[in-house]
């Protein structure tokens, strides 16, 4: 892998979520993260003859990351967000698929590439763009956003039982100041803050903003629907998730077939469920890989296969 890839993003959990997807030489695959491409190359390394890779990323860099496989003849890139999966596996000619991959955490880079402001730690424009052609950023919504619906993000992305006092008090410091940047706002939100909790509690006001900037909720549960109607009798579904909100949607899809966990029965009171799990118990990265890196700390790898 090059060395620029190496840098945007390691791979959590590499040789476990790509095993999971039981790949078939000739089988059609979809990694729906790119990112730095740890996982799309050690899906290519398996496959063979009609074998292909579709690899999904909205981000400019993951695009140039994917420059280093266009000679590849059993790979694409598809520079899209992955709700748009089934779209363009038609466009593509596939009603079904083999196997789906997707790795749902914010890569390092974006939490180390300082002008991007996915992080509390440097000063930065408040952005969080994952796609940088997007309209609507951080600033946008700390500047426009109305206390009520503030107080919503925060407390629904965020998970944050003060939601509504943090956001009366960024409405009330944005009357005095702009908040433009990521210092700013850490100073408006420090005085809410016990000293023991506040990098935790920042990280979840991070957290809540950028799934509202990036939609991301919403494209979880249209691509997982997508996924689920996309896959072989036998196909396979591996997702890497990294916060309780993906990770419990993730879950109700994969137990019952729908994000919100509903069990639905047929007359017998048989389970409809479309998916059935092929761990029984979630994966987790060894204490060895914990260490290694960092970001794999939170990480859960479910696994399910389309019922026949």
């Given at each position: 892998m090059c060395a620029k890839c190496e840098e945007y993003h390691v791979p959590v959990l590499l040789r476990e979520a790509v095993d999971g997807l039981d790949i078939k030489l000739g089988g059609i695959y979809v990694d729906l993260t790119f990112g730095g491409g740890g996982h799309s190359?050690?899906?290519?390394?398996?496959?063979?003859?009609t074998g292909h890779l579709y690899s999904f990323d909205q981000d400019q860099d993951a695009l140039q990351n994917a420059k280093e496989l266009e000679g590849e003849e059993n790979f694409t890139?598809?520079?899209?967000?992955?709700?748009?999966?089934?779209?363009?596996?038609?466009?593509?000619?596939?009603?079904?698929?083999?196997?789906?991959?997707a790795d749902l955490g914010v890569s390092s880079h974006?939490?180390?590439?300082?002008?991007?402001?996915?992080s509390f730690r440097f000063e930065a424009p408040?952005?969080?763009?994952?796609?940088?052609k997007a309209s609507l950023n951080a600033q946008r919504i700390v500047a426009e956003y109305g206390e009520d619906q503030l107080a919503g993000i925060l407390y629904l992305y965020g998970e944050l039982k003060n939601s509504r006092r943090i956001a009366a008090t960024i409405v009330r410091a944005r009357q005095q100041t702009p908040i433009t940047t990521t210092t700013e706002l850490v100073e408006v939100l420090k005085p809410l803050m016990g000293y023991d909790r506040e990098k935790k509690d920042l990280a979840r006001v991070f957290q809540a903003l950028r799934i509202?900037?990036?939609?991301?909720?919403?494209?979880l549960r249209q691509m997982l629907g997508a996924a689920t109607e996309l896959l072989k009798p036998g196909g396979r579904l591996s997702v890497l998730t990294y916060h309780s909100l993906e990770d419990r949607?993730?879950?109700?899809?994969?137990?019952?077939?729908?994000?919100?966990?509903?069990?639905e029965t047929d007359i017998f009171g048989r389970s409809n469920?479309?998916?059935?799990?092929v761990n029984r118990s979630v994966i987790v990265p060894s204490d060895e890989e914990q260490q290694s890196n960092p970001r794999s700390r939170s990480a859960k790898l479910r696994i399910a296969r389309k019922r026949d």
């Open positions: 190359r050690e899906i290519l390394r398996r496959l063979a003859g890139f598809v520079r899209s967000n992955f709700r748009f999966l089934r779209n363009w596996m038609l466009y593509y000619g596939h009603e079904h698929v083999d196997g789906i991959l974006h939490f180390d590439e300082q002008e991007r402001g996915f408040l952005d969080m763009r994952m796609n940088q509202e900037v990036n939609g991301e909720m919403v494209a949607m993730v879950k109700n899809l994969m137990k019952t077939g729908n994000a919100e966990g509903k069990v469920a479309p998916l059935e799990a």
